[in-house]
């Protein structure tokens, strides 16, 4: 079993003095930098001037600084710029600013697990990775809650890594479901294949492959649209809220039989081989060397392939169907909006 961490455990005054520089100001950025303001500690944000989320984080009450500025003095670093953004972001502007066992710490472990950002010794190198998105995290903070979070120590120069980022998790309300501990490796290498297998490429194609099978032999595109998109919400609402074992307490019992004679018929043997495969590319860094050079490279395959699905003629008759949807109109997302 995966150890925890609670509230009880976590120690605050880590981090009391602490000056806390926090990188990027998107989702997880906002998130992090309102709940640590909130917890009353030190927390200055860094933004590129004129940046897509720079006008947020004015209207938010932020007296904004460049990374540089942010990063000189600064006790704990905070990279929560995009992932391919933070190279050149620590490379140039915090790297010649860290002082002696400050502590740098993410998010996410793609940059340190593959190498794309190498610290020197003389600092803590360290994860907090919310579970959920920011603007969850944000909700459930203001509402006494959290988000559970993962925790990691890469390198530990100053003897105190793992209480400052366990204080950090505390204060962003982590510690409040649960702080669970992992490694950078096993963040990084699970929450790409989750994207790539599960929860996004394989989720994507079974629902276009789905959509084109009903259409091919005859039936209506709206209602293939609404048997193999639509419904998806009220399926993954259950497992969501208690795993499979909910699903099937709520759908039919000719739905269940469907579900346990003919899923191992889709997902079967050859689908398994290669999820094993897409997970070898992820542990020996082939995807990440050739997402790295995808991007070096200006990103023509991606976008050519992003392209190809935002014309999915799914997506034209999604269009129309959600026009009658009146709890997806653009008020109801505003009014929504407003509460976070």
């Not at 003095?17 to 309102?34: C, M, N, P, W």
């Not at 803590?124 to 990691?152: I, S, W, Y």
């Not at 490429?201 to 959509?211: D, H, P, V």
């Amino acid at each position: 079993m995966a150890k925890m961490f609670w509230e009880k455990d976590a120690n605050p005054r880590a981090l009391e003095g602490k000056r806390i520089a926090v990188l990027g100001y998107g989702s997880q950025g906002r998130a992090h930098a309102l709940n640590l303001r909130d917890s009353k500690l030190n927390v200055v944000v860094g933004l590129r001037r004129g940046g897509a989320s720079w006008a947020q984080a004015e209207q938010d009450g932020w007296k904004l600084l460049s990374p540089t500025e942010a990063s000189k003095g600064a006790d704990v670093i905070v990279m929560l710029a995009p992932d391919v953004a933070q190279p050149a972001i620590y490379n140039n502007e915090v790297a010649p600013n860290l002082k002696d066992e400050a502590m740098l710490l993410f998010s996410h472990g793609f940059n340190i697990h593959y190498g794309q950002i190498t610290p020197p010794k003389n600092i803590d190198v360290t994860m907090v990775a919310p579970k959920g998105p920011g603007n969850l995290v944000r909700r459930q903070f203001e509402d006494g809650r959290g988000v559970p979070c993962l925790l990691a120590v890469h390198q530990d120069a100053s003897g105190h890594a793992f209480d400052r980022t366990l204080a950090y998790a505390h204060a962003i309300g982590g510690t409040r479901p649960g702080v669970i501990q992992t490694t950078f490796p096993e963040e990084t290498e699970t929450d790409l294949f989750g994207e790539q297998a599960v929860l996004c490429g394989g989720a994507r194609e079974l629902i276009q492959a789905g959509w084109e099978t009903l259409v091919e032999a005859g039936y209506q595109p709206e209602a293939a649209y609404f048997e193999c998109l639509h419904e998806l919400k009220l399926i993954v609402d259950l497992i969501y809220e208690g795993g499979i074992a909910k699903m099937h307490q709520f759908i039919s019992e000719t739905a269940k039989y469907g579900d346990i004679t003919r899923g191992s018929r889709i997902i079967d043997k050859h689908v398994r081989e290669n999820m094993k495969k897409v997970l070898e590319e992820i542990q020996s860094g082939a995807f990440a060397k050739e997402w790295i050079l995808e991007n070096q490279v200006g990103r023509p395959q991606y976008t050519k392939l992003l392209e190809r699905d935002k014309n999915h003629p799914i997506e034209k008759v999604g269009q129309e169907l959600r026009k009658q949807m009146s709890w997806l109109k653009p008020e109801a997302t505003t009014a929504a909006q407003g509460k976070k």
